[in-house]
């Protein structure tokens, strides 16, 4: 057995956060050492946090060192649980912190997914705030932004995060890691109100119905009542032959979104401005999406400084069709919103094709025209949908229909 284990963060940059490390000993009782920037406000809490999770675990002789800089108890306790586990004792045992009212509601389908803004799981001082910035949807990452030696860490911190901290509403979405550890990832996070799961580097409708699977089953056996959707992410060249496949593999399946960083690795070049090297596999997911009815959703622009950069690539997503872009700061979130909200154009048009169309409801007309063109029922859903945005972005008032002919 290890006798020693600590997980966490500490040092001069760090906020939010504690260090804790326990050391098990063969008789002595248990000694508890804090060290806290807070400690003068929230130095009993700290302790009292500390002690019910020693109870919690049944540890009897034990050294423990905190270092505390400002950690909420959700943190601390995460912290707590990942350094107990890799004592590698009581792994299959949860030290849950209470569901928090504001963290139970529910997403749907038809939701707008025009930003998301990525945090990494393991830092919890990104995560407090996000909800603040208004992103149309918040990504608790465990791929990527987070080391292979912090992995068990951040399945606690987001486990944690999901049950505690306030979202204001927003969907709720995890990135899992690959397949076959994203299946490991989905304990952590189904039982606790994840909205959607993305899905990296997915290359296969196979790949999805395992996670579909999956998750359905950790929710019948957590009795949750609820919907967990997915979102796949297009990543490398058989990823984007396969887009189609991919994305109607699952009727869960809510949205096809694409990575450029790996996909252009994969085809061996580089990732520019002008996109010339990812227009074919942008257009393929814009594609795919729409033809298994979901939405299109495009990549992140990585540059955070360059806001005018930023919006001529959401103008350019939107002119292919995408209907949503990935955030990586909060201050791109605003312009990716204003962005693809709809221009005056296309605001009149959309009032007038449903207008028609509820003008032709009402006089019990099978057929819907406007002018001399018929309307299909896609193009009223796609002027429904421009209507709802307008609305909910402020550029059309709710009483539009009594200046409407």
């Given at each position: 057995m290890i006798?020693?284990?600590?997980?966490?963060?500490?040092?001069?940059?760090?906020?939010?956060?504690?260090?804790?490390?326990?050391?098990?000993?063969?008789?002595?009782?248990?000694?508890?050492?804090?060290?806290?920037?807070?400690?003068?406000?929230?130095?009993?809490?700290?302790?009292?946090?500390?002690?019910?999770?020693?109870?919690?675990?049944?540890?009897?002789?034990?050294?423990?060192?905190?270092?505390?800089?400002?950690?909420?108890?959700?943190?601390?306790?995460?912290?707590?649980?990942?350094?107990?586990?890799?004592?590698?004792?009581?792994?299959?045992?949860?030290?849950?912190?209470?569901?928090?009212?504001?963290?139970?509601?529910?997403?749907?389908?038809?939701?707008?997914?025009?930003?998301?803004?990525?945090?990494?799981?393991?830092?919890?001082?990104?995560?407090?705030?996000?909800?603040?910035?208004?992103?149309?949807?918040?990504?608790?990452?465990?791929?990527?932004?987070?080391?292979?030696?912090?992995?068990?860490?951040?399945?606690?911190?987001?486990?944690?995060?999901?049950?505690?901290?306030?979202?204001?509403?927003?969907?709720?979405?995890?990135?899992?890691?690959?397949?076959?550890?994203?299946?490991?990832?989905?304990?952590?996070?189904?039982?606790?109100?994840?909205?959607?799961?993305?899905?990296?580097?997915?290359?296969?409708?196979?790949?999805?119905?395992?996670?579909?699977?999956?998750a359905q089953q950790i929710l019948k056996a957590n009795r949750r009542i609820g919907k967990v959707y997915l979102m796949p992410i297009v990543e490398s060249a058989l990823g984007a032959i396969k887009a189609y496949e991919i994305a109607s593999a699952s009727p869960n399946v809510v949205a096809l979104t694409i990575g450029l960083e790996d996909y252009t690795a994969d085809i061996g070049t580089q990732r520019t401005l002008e996109g010339r090297e990812s227009f074919w596999a942008r257009c393929q997911v814009v594609n795919a999406a729409r033809a298994a009815g979901v939405l299109p959703i495009d990549t992140v622009f990585s540059d955070v400084t360059d806001m005018d950069g930023l919006r001529e690539s959401v103008l350019e997503a939107k002119s292919l069709g995408f209907e949503g872009k990935g955030s990586i700061h909060p201050r791109q979130i605003q312009v990716i919103n204003e962005t693809f909200a709809p221009e005056e154009t296309e605001i009149l048009k959309a009032q007038k094709i449903v207008l028609a169309f509820e003008k032709a409801e009402a006089q019990g007309l099978g057929v819907v025209s406007l002018g001399s063109k018929m309307i299909d029922p896609p193009v009223v859903k796609r002027a429904l949908r421009i209507i709802q945005l307008a609305l909910d972005t402020g550029k059309l008032d709710a009483n539009w229909r009594e200046g409407g002919e």
């Open positions: 006798k020693s284990a600590e997980a966490g963060r500490k040092g001069s940059g760090v906020r939010s956060d504690c260090w804790i490390k326990i050391s098990l000993t063969n008789s002595g009782g248990l000694k508890l050492g804090i060290n806290s920037r807070v400690k003068a406000l929230y130095g009993s809490s700290l302790k009292k946090i500390i002690n019910e999770g020693l109870d919690f675990f049944d540890v009897k002789n034990a050294d423990v060192e905190v270092e505390d800089y400002g950690a909420l108890p959700f943190v601390i306790m995460a912290r707590f649980e990942c350094a107990i586990r890799r004592l590698n004792i009581f792994k299959d045992k949860e030290w849950l912190p209470e569901f928090s009212r504001h963290c139970i509601y529910e997403t749907s389908r038809e939701r707008f997914r025009r930003s998301r803004l990525y945090l990494p799981g393991n830092e919890s001082k990104f995560m407090m705030n996000a909800g603040l910035h208004k992103p149309d949807g918040i990504i608790l990452d465990l791929e990527d932004s987070v080391a292979q030696t912090e992995k068990d860490a951040a399945q606690l911190m987001v486990r944690n995060a999901l049950r505690q901290v306030n979202f204001y509403g927003v969907e709720r979405m995890v990135r899992i890691n690959q397949l076959p550890k994203g299946l490991d990832d989905l304990q952590y996070i189904v039982p606790h109100n994840t909205h959607i799961i993305l899905i990296p580097k997915c290359e296969s409708a196979d790949q999805v119905k395992q996670i579909d699977d999956e």
